[in-house]
Structures are given as C-alpha cells and as structure tokens.
C-alpha cells in the first residue's frame, strides 16, 4: 500500500480504491479535497475508482460538508462509489443530504467491520 500523508489527512492508494483518512486534529475541505483529487489524478490519470473516507473512533477532526456540493461535479467524474465509516452524527446528516444529491453509490457505516469483507468489498463494487 502506497500511503502519503499530508497532515490534516493521509491517502492510502490501493489498486482500485483510496482511503482517505483523517487524522487527529485534522480538517477536511474543498482545498483538502482538491489536493486529494491532484494525487488522484497524478496516480491514477483519468481512470475512475472508489472513495473510502474514515477516521479512527476517538480522533477529534471536522469535515466541511460544502466541497460534497461544491465539487459535486468532480467527484462524479472520479469515482465509481463512496464509503464514509463514522461514528459521528454530523457526519451522517451531511452524507445522507449528499447522497440525495449525487448519481455515485453511496454507503455511510459506522465501523469499518460494516463493510463486507473489508477492502475486498471495496474491490468487488467496482
């Protein structure tokens, strides 16, 4: 596993799927994202794959829900799926408010033990 990490947030490059996990004390925005989608790009070009967004249990972190609408666009013409694992309400509510929004398959888990299979799931949903 390929893993960079970029402060607020680490990307884990799989061959079909990125994780991106925020770490302790981090914040995810449209700027956070677009670095992501920069690395995306770099690595895999055009090619579309899957997002699989988490966290640990007990790290503190905040999300700024508007690049979900702001980069609606964008995340539809990168990635087949999303996956958020969370335990965090805000989380849900934002993601449920997206998921109306978009065309990508979407599933919101609150343990990573949710996701059959782990990361084979992640491969078998391409």
Known sequence: MNTINLGEFRLDFQA????????????????SFQNCLDLKSEIY???????LITNEDKNDYSIDPLFLIKDKLVLEDN??????VSNKNPDYTNFEYFKRLTSIPCKFVTD???VPDHDTYCVHTM
Do not use: Q
Request: charged share 30%; proline share 0%; glycine share 12%.
């Open 45 to 51: 070009g055009s090619r579309k794959l899957g997002l």
């Open 79 to 84: 990635f087949k799926w999303i996956i958020v």
């Open 112 to 114: 990573f033990k949710e």
């Open 16 to 31: 079909h799927f990125i994780k991106l996990k925020i770490n302790d004390g981090g914040h995810f925005d449209s700027d």
